[in-house]
């Protein structure tokens, strides 16, 4: 039993490694000035040595030497794919738990700071029938509305700019016309619904009511790019607001 432990450690000691001291070229030729039984088994296989007592006397050393050195890329490239594979299912197992723990810590961090939102709400509710007037109320409302927004702004959330703004369909989506001549064309004169980004990239648009005016509004009055004609009695329209739902 120690004779074979024996031969086990030597033979490991034999076998190469990527990071070894000695460098490919000098393992190799160390191996091609040995001739014991001991390398011969761990960089031959049987059929390699069934083939080198195949060859004629003369052939035999060249063919062994072009053996050994496969033998000897064989040992290097299998243990280096070997703790590869090693690695790699250790990768595996680690990513999913990794990405587990991201989760769950980033769900903590938002509720964590939604907490502070929910205890203001709750005061607000118990000190709502003993307020002086609604005025303090809604103050009270207004605030923690801003915080609600601070807390999304420091999450990298915040709202779409919509009302003065020109219509995007990219940020907004319309869900209604209106004719106002003091406005300029598509122009968002109502929100609905507020949109809101998240790091720069639209998760919900804005719901808005788009400006569209008359054919004759968009293209200019006529009558003051030309000569003047002769005045009529005729009445003239006077524009008002018009609201048309968008289909």
């Known amino acids: 039993m120690k004779a074979k432990r024996k031969e086990k450690s030597e033979e490991k000691q034999h076998e190469p490694t990527v990071d070894g001291e000695e460098t490919f070229n000098q393992l190799l030729d160390t191996l091609l000035h040995q001739k014991d039984e001991l390398f011969e088994d761990t960089f031959l296989t049987k059929e390699d040595k069934h083939l080198i007592d195949a060859l004629p006397e003369e052939h ?11 033998g000897v890329l064989f040992k290097m490239l299998h243990g280096k794919l070997q703790r590869l594979s090693a690695d790699y299912a250790n990768f595996q197992k680690r990513v999913p ?8 810590y980033e769900k903590e961090k938002i509720i964590k ?3 502070p939102v929910l205890d203001n709400f709750e005061h607000t509710l118990q000190n709502a029938h003993s307020a002086e007037n609604v005025d303090i109320l809604i103050k009270g409302i207004q605030i923690i509305y801003d915080q609600m927004l601070d807390i999304l702004k420091s999450h990298g959330a915040e709202q779409i700019k919509a009302i003065g703004e020109i219509f995007d369909p990219a940020l907004h989506e319309a869900i209604m016309q209106k004719t106002q001549p003091q406005q300029k064309e598509n122009t968002v004169l109502e929100v609905f619904q507020k949109g809101y980004k998240l790091n720069g990239r639209v998760i919900r648009p804005s719901r808005v009511v788009v400006n569209k005016l008359q054919a004759e509004q968009t293209n200019g009055q006529i009558s003051e790019q030309q000569p003047r004609e002769e005045k009529t009695d005729l009445p003239q329209e006077q524009p008002n607001d018009e609201t048309t739902d968008v289909e």
């Open 113 to 115: 700071s939604l907490l």
């Open 60 to 70: 035999r050393e060249p063919v062994r030497g072009a053996l050994l050195k496969k």
């Open 97 to 104: 738990k990794q990405t587990a723990d991201s989760i769950l």
